[in-house]
């Protein structure tokens, strides 16, 4: 039987900060421990230990629970005021992380907390509003758990999250994840087996969200009016102990396909996801930007689509057959669509964007952006054809169309010539030939291996007199499926550095906790540090990554295999 939610109190919404049932206000009682202070006996009953299911209350701090929510780095926290939540910042505008001492110090003052996730969780949280279809008042939370179940995540933990009557479902997890990738394996799991994940009715946390942006934050459970709930939706305590054991047992208890469903690669759900629609649709009015931003994020990640010609023709052909275009997208959009430059234009801001993102959590921002650029004109090398005998500026120009066409964004002149070098060597000299164009290749998709631009054997003058030269695809393996390989710390279109004396380095093989190595990144501040492994991930590419115990930017340093040297193996 379950409680009776109805003398729980609504309360106002509030939509400054957070999307989920916290936007509404929630005052915080003077004395969180007075019994009268409860909406209904059943409350009072489980505060006063009257309940016999009763885990108990305790007013100690736990250590192992606040430390659940530091285990992967958090940043820009929130706070509930009277005008709603506040994202903490520093006076420079700047992230902030979540630390050990602002939650304690909140638990202590009854000052209501919450968190943002970084690039890794160690747990996903579904978020039931007292008004949703799914809530046990209203409906039943079985399509949630069942699907959710599915993707081998069987273990849970109910709780109520305030005074509002909302539920907050929290699964925690053996290993880290990547906050992105487990987002996009339970919306896609819930979406197809018909659940709305919409605000109001069924949140994720995380969430999917744009390169640029922040993930929806929430507030940290066992707070003002918040309890742990049993399977009948019944309170019994808020001991923070309690709690850290039940995730500890949940965690150690998940299936072993969350592993296999959350660590998929993108190259592997790429064929199926170009041969079926996308787990996205319209279900209100007013969604068509939201649903281009999760178009343009899906297309890129798991359709493949790299350039900006293949997400944007990608979108035009995928957005009309979206469940609910037809019933809920407006004229405005479907005109918009018609006439195609919308796509295009969505297409260009995604991906410099997430060239800007990548920038901006690398350790040495400008390089990252030389190298992106560098990369760009590489692969426009390798898209002329053959036999093309061009002056340094026309060939200069003919890049840059491509570029343009391709990227949104075309390199300067000061940066082509910087590069003029590596240009001749991916360039081959044929001769007197006819000039002519082969038509340019399109496909849509990728590969897992690397391009790796091959030098011509001719010998190029490159003074400034050797102004003649005849270009040729350089590389048959350099098609848009290796667009995606951009990410300068991840992948270099030219060979590696050179290995140190007397290292061991590696390709294959994975690094173990503790493994020491040396970071091999020249031109950036951490380049021939020394340290060790921390913890290994998955980034937002399904691929192996290792956490340092060193810092940049008060960020742990996150770096694949290929920018490390072994020099003592464990």
Not at 63 to 74: C, V, Y
Not at 524 to 543: E, H, M, P, W
């Amino acid at each position: 039987m379950l409680p009776d939610f109805r003398e729980l109190c609504k309360q106002p919404h509030n939509s400054n900060d957070l999307r989920s049932s916290e936007h509404r206000s929630d005052k915080a009682s003077s004395d969180p421990q007075s019994s009268d202070k409860f909406s209904d006996e059943r409350d009072r009953a489980a505060h006063q230990g009257h309940s016999t299911s009763c885990i108990g209350f305790e007013g100690d701090l736990n250590h192992a629970f606040f430390q659940l929510w530091l285990d992967q780095p958090s940043w820009s926290p929130i706070y509930k005021t009277d005008d709603g939540w506040l994202t903490v910042k520093s006076k420079s505008g700047k992230q902030v992380p979540l630390t050990l001492q602002a939650i304690e110090s909140a638990y202590r003052l009854i000052k209501t907390i919450g968190k943002r996730f970084g690039r890794l969780t160690n747990y996903l949280m579904v978020d039931v509003d007292i008004g949703s279809r799914y809530h046990p008042e209203n409906g039943s939370l079985r399509p949630i758990l069942a699907a959710l179940e599915k993707l081998g995540l069987t273990r849970y933990i109910l709780i109520r999250s305030s005074n509002s009557g909302g539920l907050h479902i929290y699964f925690p997890l053996a290993e880290p994840a990547s906050s992105w990738a487990i987002a996009c394996a339970a919306q896609a799991a819930l979406t197809n087996a018909g659940v709305d994940v919409t605000g109001g009715q069924c949140e994720l946390f995380p969430n999917k969200k744009a390169y640029d942006a922040e993930h929806n934050g929430h507030r940290l459970p066992l707070q003002s009016r918040s309890f742990i709930l049993d399977k009948d939706f019944a309170p019994i305590g808020n001991s923070k102990t309690a709690f850290a054991q039940m995730w500890q047992s949940a965690a150690n208890h998940q299936a072993e396909k969350l592993r296999t469903e959350v660590d998929v690669k993108p190259a592997q759900l790429g064929a199926p996801a170009i041969a079926h629609l996308p787990p996205i649709a319209w279900t209100g009015l007013g969604q068509s930007n939201s649903v281009m931003r999760q178009l343009v994020n899906y297309g890129d990640q798991y359709a493949g689509k790299k350039t900006v010609e293949d997400l944007a023709e990608w979108i035009l052909e995928v957005a009309p057959k979206l469940p609910g275009f037809e019933q809920f997208a407006s004229k405005e959009s479907k005109n918009d669509l018609r006439r195609r430059g919308w796509a295009y234009r969505w297409a260009k801001s995604h991906f410099r964007k997430k060239w800007q993102y990548i920038a901006k959590i690398s350790p040495d921002h400008n390089q990252t952006v030389a190298e992106q650029a560098k990369q760009r004109i590489v692969v426009a090398i390798g898209k002329l054809g053959e036999g093309l005998r061009l002056e340094r500026k026309k060939l200069w120009l003919m890049v840059c169309e491509i570029c343009r066409r391709l990227f949104g964004i075309a390199p300067n002149y000061n940066t082509f010539r910087k590069h003029w070098e590596l240009v001749c060597q991916l360039i081959k000299a044929t001769g007197d030939l006819t000039p002519s164009i082969k038509p340019i290749e399109r496909t849509g998709s990728f590969s897992s291996e690397l391009p790796i631009p091959q030098k011509s054997e001719a010998v190029l003058e490159l003074g400034k007199e050797a102004h003649k030269l005849a270009t040729g695809r350089c590389d048959p393996a350099l098609q848009d499926k290796d667009l995606s390989r951009l990410h300068p710390l991840l992948e270099r279109a030219i060979a590696p550095p050179p290995e140190p004396a007397k290292s061991v380095t590696f390709e294959q093989i994975e690094l173990k906790k503790g493994q020491q190595v040396i970071v091999r990144l020249p031109g950036c501040l951490t380049n021939g540090i020394k340290t060790k492994v921390r913890s290994r991930a998955k980034d937002a590419l399904g691929r192996l990554v290792y956490r340092l115990n060193c810092r940049a930017g008060g960020e742990y340093v996150i770096l694949p295999i290929e920018c490390l040297t072994v020099v003592h193996a464990t």
